[in-house]
């Protein structure tokens, strides 16, 4: 975190300690303190996004009853996440505890990335635009196949959740976490199908 940010939520949370690892946090946190991170993906120390590490770390702060709070994705806190439980079990929803917790922060983690995702594209759009006008080459060589990272990280996704590979989950609960079209999550499953030798 740099210094700019932490001076933010010390403006904004004026008790709080500022650390600098969950590791750290972990040591010192007590059940109803308040833990306030960035952003969900802090949750996952290594930087990799892996989704098991966030939830797996998640769960430790909710177990211990600390409430859970994010500045840039603030749809991940732990009160949000639970009144979006709330609304799920009033549409019919009758899963347990744990599998609609995991599902709905997956929802959330997804939506953050696409969020993410969508902040860089246009900022990448914008300096690529300008070496336009500069006459400055730019986007990827002709006829290039390598994956977008979206792409990459969306395979990811599919291949660790989808019941079709090594997950439990429907086609439309991975397509909400996935942060991508219908139509581009079957085509990356067809992909992903392909490579593995299966047919359709």
């Keep these: 975190m740099d210094a700019l940010k932490e001076e933010a939520i010390k403006l904004r949370y004026p008790r709080i300690k500022v650390l600098r690892s969950l590791d750290e946090l972990k040591e010192v946190i007590e059940p109803l303190d308040l833990a306030v991170f960035d952003n969900i993906l802090e949750l996952d120390p290594s930087g990799n996004i892996d989704t098991d590490t966030i939830i797996e770390n998640y769960n430790w702060f909710a177990d211990k009853q600390v409430d859970v709070i994010f500045d840039r994705s603030p749809n991940c806190d732990l009160s949000i996440l639970h009144t979006y439980m709330d609304l799920m079990r009033e549409n019919g929803l009758t899963s347990d505890e744990k599998t609609m917790f995991r599902i709905t922060l997956e929802m959330q983690i997804g ?4 969020i993410k995702d969508a902040t860089a594209n246009m900022k990448k759009y914008a300096q690529l635009s300008a070496s336009k006008i500069d006459g400055k080459a730019y986007g990827r060589p002709k006829g290039s196949t390598r994956d977008s990272e979206r792409a990459v990280r969306a395979k990811e996704i ?10 439990t989950l429907c086609d439309d609960d991975c397509v909400a976490i ?4 219908r139509n581009t ?3 990356y499953k ?11």
């Design 178 to 181: 996935c942060g991508v079209s």
């Design 190 to 200: 067809k992909q992903l199908k392909a490579k593995r030798g299966d047919e359709g």
């Design 111 to 114: 939506a953050y990335i696409n």
């Design 185 to 187: 999550f079957y085509r």
């Design 158 to 167: 599919i291949l660790a959740n989808s019941k079709d590979f090594n997950g």
